[in-house]
């Protein structure tokens, strides 16, 4: 290994072990030994509960990279959570740490969302291993100023959903805050993490039990994938999506204003590729701009002419430039004749394109 990706995998590892890690186990003395075997691998941040419910709300905080969850507790156990974890759209990672070894408990954690599967008595050096790959996983695959997924995690969705039979209705959704360049110059670059993660939970709380994982996508945007969700409550879902932008944003202490935009794609089957789905959301991203609701839905009648004008245009103004250090264009006058007196009065200058196709 190099030089280079020695000192990277150390700031990687430096960063997943200031995470925070819940330990969910309804046997203290459980607990008492992933704290002190995480400890001592340098995982200083760790939270224990002993109740899944109690577990929940700290969850529900949102401040949690990974849960290590007992499969089975007195009432609520580890497959209850994750089911949880699902429906709260949640970023954290789990483990699930059980007695049994058979494969249908395992096969069920997996299924419902777990990273990683991890036997009792659990073994230090496999916990550290486990625990960390994950960790390192989720470093790689989120931003680190908010912690958010990245860009590629949202392709990974739309591409998951190719190989899916959705029985219910799919979109893309973008968000975008449109006054970023004043935010910045006024309040200089930490503004946008802030703003991004106040309204990452916005959108969350107006998605309700939606299905969804928001990520994001640059300094200013975000996007998610909606499944499973009936068409005709879209405009109803993007209405109070828009609302999350009306009241005023935090930032030390000082109330701001922010201008947003919603772009949507509607996705409908196994049909086309994941970046298709973000231009065609882009393009309605760029259209909500002048809508006084402050969002839009890609029509594909209506914007795919649009779209791809937009696209000819682009690559002729590319190609123009060529055009001139080539010497394709080329200057003609035609005259302007006054049909009373027959007399001239002055040219017209056109420029001519001698396209070679």
């Known amino acids: 290994m190099d030089s280079s990706k020695e000192l990277l995998k150390k700031i990687r590892l430096s960063a997943v072990k200031r995470d925070r890690i819940l330990i969910v186990d309804d046997e203290e003395d459980v607990c008492e030994y992933l704290h002190r075997s995480l400890e001592h691998f340098g995982y200083k941040n760790t939270q224990v509960c002993t109740d899944a419910e109690e577990a929940l709300e700290v969850l529900k905080e949102g401040k949690i990279a990974l849960a290590l969850l007992d499969l089975r507790m007195p009432g609520k156990g580890g497959l209850w959570m994750l089911e949880q974890l699902g429906t709260l759209s949640s970023d954290t990672a789990a483990i699930v740490v059980s007695a049994s070894r058979e494969f249908e408990d395992v096969r069920e954690a997996l299924n419902r969302g777990a990273e990683s599967y991890i036997s009792k008595p659990v073994q230090m050096e496999e916990l550290n291993h486990t625990v960390s790959g994950v960790l390192e996983k989720r470093y790689l695959t989120r931003d680190p100023e908010t912690s958010l997924p990245k860009r590629s995690v949202l392709i990974e969705a739309l591409a998951a959903g190719e190989d899916e039979d959705f029985s219910g209705f799919e979109g893309l959704a973008l968000v975008l805050i449109e006054n970023a360049g004043e935010l910045e110059s006024v309040y200089g670059p930490a503004v946008a993490n802030e703003i991004v993660k106040q309204l990452a939970s916005r959108i969350r709380k107006a998605l309700g039990k939606c299905k969804s994982i928001i990520c994001r996508i640059n300094t200013y945007q975000m996007g998610f994938v909606l499944a499973d969700t009936d068409e005709k409550d879209i405009e109803e879902l993007l209405q109070k999506l828009a609302l999350a932008f009306h009241q005023p944003f935090d930032f030390g202490g000082i109330s701001i204003h922010i201008d947003g935009r919603i772009g949507f794609s509607k996705i409908k089957g196994n049909e086309s590729d994941p970046k298709l789905h973000l231009r ?44 001139m250090d080539e010497g394709q264009i080329s200057f003609h006058y035609q005259p302007k004749i006054c049909l009373e007196s027959g007399t001239l009065n002055g040219v017209e200058a056109l420029m001519r394109w001698q396209h070679p196709t």
Not at 300 to 308: E, N, P, R, V, W
Not at 314 to 320: A, I, R, S, V
Request: charged share 30%.
């Open 280 to 323: 065609e959301a882009e393009f309605a991203l760029r259209r909500a701009s002048g809508k006084k609701w402050g969002w839009a839905v890609y029509d594909s009648i209506q914007d795919s002419g649009g779209l791809k004008m937009a696209r000819e245009s682009l690559e002729l103004l590319g190609e123009l430039k060529n055009a």
